[in-house]
């Protein structure tokens, strides 16, 4: 397989805010953009590696602004960077008053999928090709990313060898 652009895995939805989105506080619940960033992203993975994927890992959400029931809500997403059979995608969730027509930065994300064979086992994914700064800023940084993760997950498996199986 060839190497692919960032563009060619990128995923834009465009969505409305209703009331059963959220929560006591009269914005978005945070489970629901949660799910809808995992879900914009295994796109962008499958469209990249063009088989199966599996979330191996949520790296980041970061909530930075309350997306309000008078907002769209829009998901772009697309790989910013691959190891051998893993890929890194990068999710911007952008909140636009629809009466105003302001837009801000609501969160951000950063998810790790891993790609499938027909076996289920993991099989290897194209280099990622960036173009735009954002692209080439989030591409230059990701091995730094990489190497954290790698850490963060020696760390889970430690603590989860240490954890009870016991019933409470």
Known sequence: MEAKYCKESRVIRTSRVFPNDVNNHNTLFGGRLMS???QVASISAARHSRSECVTASTDSVDFLHPVRPTDSVCFESYVTWKGTSSMEVFVKVIAEDL???KRKIAATALLTFVALD??????????????TEEE??????APERARMRKERKQKSKDLAAFLTLDHP
């Open 136 to 141: 080439k800023k989030l591409h230059e940084t």
């Open 99 to 101: 009466k105003s027509g």
């Open 36 to 38: 809808d960033i995992d």
């Open 118 to 131: 027909e076996h289920k086992r993991p099989t290897w994914v194209p280099d990622v090709i960036p173009e």
